[in-house]
Nanobody, 123 residues
C-alpha cells in the first residue's frame, strides 16, 4: 500500500502565504508524478499543480494559480510541496495530495490520494 500524508494547511488572510507538504511512504518502487488537487464546498475536485518525478521534472498548473503557486519535489525523499502566495478567498478548499506510484517494476502505476488538508483564506 502507498500512504500520502499532507501537512501545512490552515487559516490565512487574503494576500498571505501557506506551504503544503506531502510525503509518500509504503510499498512502492517508483513514483511517476505527484500532484495537488483541491475541492471547495459544492464544487468538483480540480487539479492545482502537478510535477513529474521522471525526466526533467516538468510542472503543470491550473490557470487560476499560475504565478502564485509553485510546486516542487524532493525525489529522494518522495515528497512534494506546494508554495502558495498571494492567496485569495477563492483558494479556500480542502487540498489533496495525489501520486501515481508503481508497486513493482513491471506493474502499472496506480493513483493514490492523501486524506486532505483544509486551507481557508479570509477576506
Amino acid at each position: 500500500q502507498v500512504q500520502l500524508v499532507e501537512s501545512g494547511g490552515g487559516l490565512v488572510q487574503a494576500g498571505g502565504s501557506l506551504r503544503l507538504s506531502c510525503a509518500a511512504s509504503g510499498s512502492f518502487v517508483s513514483i511517476n508524478y505527484m500532484a495537488w488537487y483541491r475541492q471547495a464546498p459544492g464544487k468538483q475536485r480540480e487539479m492545482v499543480a502537478t510535477i513529474a518525478f521522471v525526466g526533467a521534472g516538468s510542472t503543470n498548473y491550473a490557470d487560476s494559480v499560475k504565478g502564485r503557486f509553485t510546486i516542487s519535489s524532493d525525489n529522494a525523499k518522495n515528497t512534494a510541496s506546494l508554495e502558495m502566495n498571494n492567496l485569495k478567498p477563492e483558494d479556500t478548499a480542502v487540498y489533496y495530495c495525489n501520486a501515481a506510484a508503481k508497486r513493482g517494476w513491471s506493474t502499472a502505476a496506480f493513483s493514490y490520494w492523501g486524506q486532505g488538508t483544509q486551507v481557508t483564506v479570509s477576506s
